[in-house]
């Protein structure tokens, strides 16, 4: 799938650790978007920290495969551009090669009584949409003058119906979510999905006021990125592993730091003020601080010897199965332009399949001339059972669904199925009041510390920016609290 990197780890000092040398500053598990961005923190400020990685590549999640001129993300496609994926880019001197989604790609499909409709990105377009159409307008109006909520947690289905009706629930909420989280408004936490939406209502009483403002405010703030960088939806011409790639090169050429792969760690324990990690093939490693960097299910296994109150909160959290399924075609076997992101489609329009992105509009290079490449979605929490069946079935369902709307005449001519039988976490009802427990537990484990997208947001850019935080944190408080044993400290 992913191509292995060759790193010369084991001419690091921190590979050559083994059980008999002083412990690390720092061991992360996990290398994926998260702990990659947490070792190379710790790392560019000389701690001596290892990342271990089960797979044979760094990644995680994020796995671009080449196959002649076709070019497919199996996880992640984009990137969002803010200032601290910014910052990041400039710091690994990637910056230049990141390539920016095509413009037409603004513009993005949901589907309306079996047609693809253009979601309204102007005024007036949006006071034309049949995606909203006059009695959504007639209740939009009314959503300044609705009170808050008693400030209880709240599913995002039953704060987007009570705050802009039932309409804009079922229209847009619902095939947004399905695009992002794989998930059920119904049963999402607003409050832990989408904190930003919560705060609206939660600080000017209204959605819409509180976006005004927001948007007036943004407008008036200086931006580190520069415009045209602003907001961009982002990929590399090797893909989003070639940023994984970028990240592992440069903590492999930090003298005080390893990564090694193909190194699952199966058992966790203390041996005083150390945290002692074995890998399968039974080797250990010892630091003063541990980085749990791994799926929220990985953590709970790791964990629950130690403390059942530490694993229990995150075996609560829900992963979905998501396919996702790659489809080259003849550029004359498609009618439809593919002029933009791709295609959400609304549970209520009784379709098994999620979405699609429209792969080969977004950035050049990922299809072969006169091609075009779609990627597609299918599963995920109200519909998991729609991802199972062997590749064919995969293949054969989502073109029996997505024929008619954008128009397929012929087969296509390539395809990869790409399963996730874990695929994205969700953030449901007592997703926060999990995070609580399991925070008072953690904290009777001195140096230990989880990370991952099943906190603080999935988008990789929020995997990055917790990640990096986590590992400046780490740093600093290394700076602040000298080695008591007097050795193994930067
Ligand atoms: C199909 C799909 C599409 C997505 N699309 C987007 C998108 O377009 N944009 C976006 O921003 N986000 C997207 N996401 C979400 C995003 O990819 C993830 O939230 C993010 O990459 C997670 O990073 P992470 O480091 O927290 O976890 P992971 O990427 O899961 O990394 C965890 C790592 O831990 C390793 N590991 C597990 N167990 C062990 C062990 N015992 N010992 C050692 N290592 C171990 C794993 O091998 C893995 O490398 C998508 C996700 C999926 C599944």
């Keep these: 799938m992913s191509a292995s990197l060759d790193i010369p780890a084991s001419h690091t000092d921190a590979a050559r650790h083994d059980a008999a040398s002083a412990p690390l500053d720092v061991l992360v598990v996990g290398g994926g978007a998260t702990g990659l961005a947490a070792t190379w923190s710790l790392a ?3 701690r001596r920290v290892a990342l271990l990685e089960r797979g ?16 497919i993300e199996h996880g992640p496609n984009t990137v969002i551009m803010k200032p601290p994926l910014y910052a990041l880019l400039e710091q690994l001197e990637l910056l230049d090669e990141a390539q920016a989604a095509n413009a037409v790609a603004n513009k993005r499909y949901v589907v309306l009584d079996g047609q693809l409709e253009a979601l309204p990105m102007k005024p007036l377009a949006a006071l034309r949409s049949p995606l909203i159409g006059w009695r959504g307008w007639a209740r939009l109006a009314r959503e300044p003058f609705i009170g808050r909520a008693r400030g209880d947690e709240e599913s995002l289905a039953g704060f987007v119906e009570r705050r802009l009706g039932e309409r804009i629930l079922r ?24 904190p930003r939406l919560a705060a609206l209502e939660a600080n000017h009483g209204s959605l819409i006021r509180g976006g005004l403002k927001r948007l007036r405010q943004a407008r008036r703030e200086p931006s580190p990125i520069p415009a045209a960088w602003r907001g961009k939806l982002v990929s590399f011409p090797r893909g989003l592993q070639q940023l994984a790639e970028r990240l592992a090169e440069r903590i492999a050429a930090q003298p005080q730091a390893a990564l090694v792969a193909d190194c699952e760690i199966v058992a966790l324990r203390r041996d005083g003020a150390i945290w002692v990690a074995e890998s399968a093939a039974g080797r250990q490693w010892r630091a003063r601080d541990l980085v749990l960097a791994v799926p929220a299910p ?10 059942e109150a530490l694993a229990a909160p995150l075996t609560e959290i829900a992963y979905p199965p998501v396919n996702a399924v790659a489809l080259g075609f003849r550029e004359a076997d498609i009618g ?6 791709g295609v959400l489609i609304p549970r209520a329009e009784g379709r098994r399949t999620l979405g699609a992105l429209f792969s080969s509009t977004l950035f050049p290079g990922r299809a072969p001339a006169g091609h075009k490449l779609l990627n597609v979605f ?3 929490r109200q519909d998991p059972e729609a991802a199972t069946g062997d590749d064919a079935e995969q293949v054969a369902r989502v073109i029996a669904e997505l024929r008619d709307l954008l128009g397929i005449r012929g087969e296509p001519v390539w395809q990869r199925v790409t399963r996730w039988p874990q695929a994205i976490p969700q953030y449901e009802l007592g997703h926060l009041a999990r995070l609580e427990a399991l925070d008072a537990a953690l904290a009777a484990q001195d140096g230990l510390h989880l990370a991952g997208n099943w906190r603080g947001g999935i988008a990789v850019g929020d995997c990055l920016e917790n990640g990096r935080l986590l590992g400046e944190a780490l740093a600093d408080a290394a700076v602040e609290a000298p080695d008591p044993r007097g050795g193994g400290g930067a």
């Design 44 to 46: 560019r400020r000389g």
């Design 56 to 71: 044979a590549a760094f990644g995680g999640n994020l796995q671009t495969e080449r196959d002649g001129d076709w070019q």
């Design 171 to 194: 229209r847009m909420i619902d095939p947004f979510v399905s695009g992002v989280y794989a998930g059920d408004p119904a049963r999402l936490s607003v409050q832990a999905a989408m």
């Design 298 to 307: 990985v953590a709970a296994r790791l964990l629950r010897p130690l403390d």
């Design 336 to 341: 439809h332009p593919l002029d933009g992101f």
């Design 378 to 380: 299918i599963g995920g």
